[in-house]
């Protein structure tokens, strides 16, 4: 009797549990949780919205190549946002400055603690750079040229990231061998402007390009794969911790070689161009991309190396220099047969490459075309690679953002 007694009174406890927990605040209604947070959409700043959609990927026009790598397919695509332009040198430069003040304050021990006893770095404290505790940041000795010079090796990113695919393929309770922490060097190469070119005089755009103000609104270059996807990762968490109030979003990314491709033509299905014509020049013979439209002529169409990154007029998406001015990285690893195997809905194919890996594991797929190159690259459908630890003084990237919800037309 006293068994049942015990037994009568956990069960007693039990309805109490549940109905202390809200059971009875909705009159027994199905209502769901309520006091959810609000969500009413974003609008990234310098991004723009791309709609769902169905495209025909592929080659728009005749594959001079006869390489038969851009086999044509129909596929849909969920809505997201892109840059409206490729990342620009100032844009990047605020992420190198961020990782250098981090060191900063690091050793200063600048930190304050949050509300839950974590540590953080107080972003409100100046950094005198001129202290002698942080010389060991600059170069020493006989490194040390041309007075106190920040040592670029020095600015190493750290980050961990899921992969997803794995999780949903693998046991799920082994959590710490599906947290892959990565690091890089994020300070872009900029002697590839002399590696890239034998018997060139490039030397003033290595020693200028990426810090002179002349260049601020020009796309980065020197960039390979791993950096882009260290300040994709930073511009996420840079979002975050300065929308605390706001529900966490998806995170900015590189764009899948497809969304690239259905962004590039700007709404119109199977057009050879962003433009949507089958031409390179408009009617009055203005080119209308930055590309090598001629043997040995690299300046007619108005820029010799890159160009601004606005430069040119945009596509009916609002996208400017989707052909030609660089290259850009998409997150996409490059597979010769890539069309023939992939999904028909959000297709795509990802592979991390370890250090030790083959070559051909470590291609990565680039598209649009660049400022050196001939106009077949510049199409809609032609798919390209690089490897991804290689940096190249006509790749740069823009960022992507899937979209949550059906249409953003849902929201007005």
Not at 254 to 283: I, Q, S
Not at 404 to 410: A, Y
């Amino acid at each position: 009797m006293k068994k049942v007694g015990i037994a009568l009174l956990g069960i007693f406890g039990v309805l109490v549990l549940f109905s202390s927990c809200g059971g009875n605040s909705e009159g027994g209604q199905l209502t769901g949780v309520l006091e959810r947070p609000k969500w009413n959409g974003i609008n990234p700043y310098g991004m723009v919205y791309i709609p769902s959609g169905q495209l025909h990927i592929g080659q728009s026009d005749q594959d001079i190549f006869n390489s038969h790598i851009q086999r044509p397919r129909s596929i849909s695509i969920s809505g997201f946002f892109m840059d409206d332009t490729e990342i620009t040198n100032n844009e990047y430069r605020q992420f190198v400055n961020w990782v250098k003040d981090s060191l900063g304050h690091v050793m200063m021990e600048d930190y304050i603690e949050d509300d839950y006893g974590n540590e953080k770095i107080d972003w409100d404290l100046e950094l005198d750079w001129s202290d002698e505790l942080l010389d060991d940041l600059y170069y020493q000795g006989e490194e040390a040229f041309n007075g106190r010079e920040f040592d670029v090796r020095k600015l190493v990113y750290e980050y961990s990231w899921k992969d997803w695919k794995k999780i949903a393929s693998s046991d799920f309770n082994d959590r710490l061998a599906n947290i892959n922490k990565e690091e890089a060097q994020i300070y872009p190469d900029t002697l590839c402007w002399i590696r890239d070119f034998a018997y060139s005089y490039n030397e003033p755009f290595a020693r200028n390009y990426f810090w002179h103000p002349s260049f601020d609104d020009y796309p980065v270059v020197g960039i390979d794969w791993k950096k882009a996807n260290a300040f994709t990762h930073w511009r996420s968490k840079f979002w975050d911790d300065n929308r605390p109030d706001e529900v966490h979003t998806e995170a900015f990314r590189l764009p899948t070689e497809y969304e690239w491709e259905y962004a590039a033509r700007g709404g119109h299905d199977m057009a050879p161009y962003p433009w949507g014509g089958y031409y390179v020049r408009n009617a009055k013979g203005c080119l209308l991309a930055n590309f090598k439209p001629g043997r040995g002529n690299y300046p007619e169409d108005g820029g010799q190396y890159t160009v601004r990154a606005d430069a040119y007029f945009p596509n009916d998406y609002g996208l400017y220099n989707m052909a030609g001015n660089v290259s850009e990285w998409t997150i996409t690893a490059y597979f010769d047969n890539a069309n023939n195997i992939v999904h028909d809905m959000n297709p795509d194919i990802r592979y991390d490459a370890a250090v030790d890996d083959p070559p051909t594991y470590k291609r990565k797929v680039i598209r649009g075309g660049s400022w050196k190159d001939v106009y077949y690259y510049l199409q809609t459908g032609t798919r390209s690679w690089e490897y991804q630890d290689t940096n190249k003084s006509y790749i740069g990237f823009r960022c992507a953002l899937t979209f949550l919800g059906r249409s953003i037309n849902d929201f007005k």
